[in-house]
């Protein structure tokens, strides 16, 4: 429809999730418009997050540094281990300031539907992180939804042997939505009254 | 909240119009995970819509030329101009078929509150085009809103002591909206039926 190179921008705009045709349309007419200097920061933006940042060797967080902000900070528990999804959770429990341990950042969960099974998650990972005995409580803190669920259910099945203590995060989250949506408050309260699984 | 690179990311892609600061996230996120060369060709676009893309010097439209596609081309009547505010009505008008004439694009539309006088718009750029006596009929092409609505007018008075044909779309667009929501079919009509304000 339009000449090069802003149907490139609006086609490559328009793979972004949730932006859609019009969305793409949009935002191409005004970066147009905008400032370069506005355009180029963007443009350095994405070139430096794929520069820059990695995943954390021990969580899956993201980072810049070989380990992330949390696991190199000595005053977090190693004996707590909350287990996530996605790095942006995290950043959603972070933000309650409740939570005084350690994550690990499974990088999805299991959903049959998308063909994503436990080996595609950092599970092995997290076993590994359990093998010398330091932590002594893993808290599941999926998404409550289906797909998070099922792997809360996954993984207390297979920690339910190893004689820890497992919980998971307190219902009081809305059912059906995605834990990085729910309020600090919730969010705190879902995880002060966290339920005991096994052990 | 993230580190460095990517709260970077996120806060640039939230200045994008419509996009708010959990679809950032979101954003930033799905480009971490993504393939670093469909991340790289999102960043070129960027540039090279900035560094390729100008404003075409006779209408205004977009182009990587010194003239737009529509202004270089010679089956397209110079006796017709539809004036448009934005590059994006062009590519809905060209959608429809209906129209074979040139186009004037004014950059916007009068709006008082966003501080946007006729001085801002390119109607002096208009006025010399209508001032060899090739053109016949000037199309009021604007949004059928306030605004639009405000800019026609203010245009209609300039151009009836020229002794031009001078229309507007015909009404049969939904009034409040936005031209380039449109369908075809009905944009299409309301070019046929497009009525004549003076001359």
Redesign the interface.
């Known amino acids: 429809?339009?000449?090069?190179?802003?149907q490139?921008?609006i086609?490559?705009?328009g793979?972004?999730?949730?932006?859609g045709p019009?969305?793409a349309?949009?935002?191409?007419?005004?970066?147009?418009a905008a400032d370069?200097v506005?355009?180029?920061?963007?443009?350095?933006?994405?070139?430096?997050?794929?520069?820059?940042?990695r995943f954390c060797d021990v969580c899956g967080n993201?980072?810049?540094e070989e380990t992330?902000?949390v696991c190199r900070d000595p005053r977090r528990s190693p004996a707590v281990i909350c287990v996530v999804e996605?790095?942006?959770d995290v950043?959603a429990i972070?933000?309650t300031r409740e939570f005084r341990g350690k994550y690990h950042v499974l990088g999805g969960a299991i959903n049959p539907i998308e063909n994503v099974g436990p080996d595609d998650l950092r599970i092995a990972e997290l076993m590994t992180r359990l093998a010398d005995g330091t932590v002594q409580e893993v808290i599941l803190a999926m998404d409550p939804n289906v797909e998070g669920e099922a792997t809360a259910t996954y993984l207390s099945r297979m920690l339910g042997p190893m004689g820890l203590r497992v919980t998971r995060l307190a219902s009081g989250l809305p059912v059906g939505g995605d834990l990085?949506?729910a309020d600090e408050v919730t969010l705190g309260r879902a995880f002060e009254g966290r339920r005991l699984v096994s052990g």
Chains 1, 2 share one sequence.
Do not use: N, W
């Open positions: 429809m339009y000449e090069g190179a802003v490139d921008l086609d490559e705009l793979r972004l999730p949730g932006v019009k969305s349309q949009r935002i191409a007419f005004h970066l147009l370069p506005d355009v180029r920061r963007l443009a350095d933006a994405l070139t430096e997050v794929k520069a820059r940042v993201v980072t810049e992330c902000r996605e790095p942006k950043v972070e933000r990085e949506y």
